[in-house]
């Protein structure tokens, strides 16, 4: 099964951008369902955006609907987030996630099995 591991995170004024970057390694990624998910701290782990197997299908948090955007790219082995107008409540440790039982993984973090090391954003105000 495929290993994940995030980069990109770091401190941006409100009203900035972050592309996080999500690279894996260990197996066939193209096979894998994506979602990318966020915590901060005392809140529940928190539905961020998926992306299908292919790129074709996407869903999005309420929260970051028209903000963010979620990509893949298949040939590199890594799936993006592109975050825009960043607000200091998008403050929080971003984690990647993978499933390989399905095309598209959709919000729900407990059906997905394979998950990175976090990386840290912090949006400042």
């Known amino acids: 099964q495929v290993q994940l591991v995030e980069s990109g995170g770091g401190l941006v004024q409100a009203g900035g951008s972050l592309r996080l970057s999500c690279a894996a390694s260990?197996?066939?990624?193209?096979?894998?369902?994506m979602g990318w998910f966020r915590q901060a701290p005392g809140k529940e782990r928190e539905f961020v955006a998926a992306?299908?197997?292919?790129?074709?299908?996407?869903g999005y948090g309420d929260s970051v609907r028209g903000r963010f955007t979620i990509s893949r790219d298949n040939a590199k082995n890594t799936v993006y987030l592109q975050m825009n107008s960043l607000k200091p409540e998008d403050t929080a440790v971003y984690y990647c996630?993978?499933?390989?039982?399905?095309?598209?993984?959709?919000?729900?973090?407990?059906?997905?099995?394979?998950w990175g090391q976090g990386t840290q954003v912090t949006v400042s105000a």
């Open positions: 260990g197996g066939t990624f193209s096979t894998y369902a």
């Open positions: 996630a993978a499933r390989g039982d399905t095309y598209y993984g959709g919000g729900d973090y407990s059906r997905y099995g394979i």
């Open positions: 992306i299908s197997w292919s790129g074709g299908s996407t």
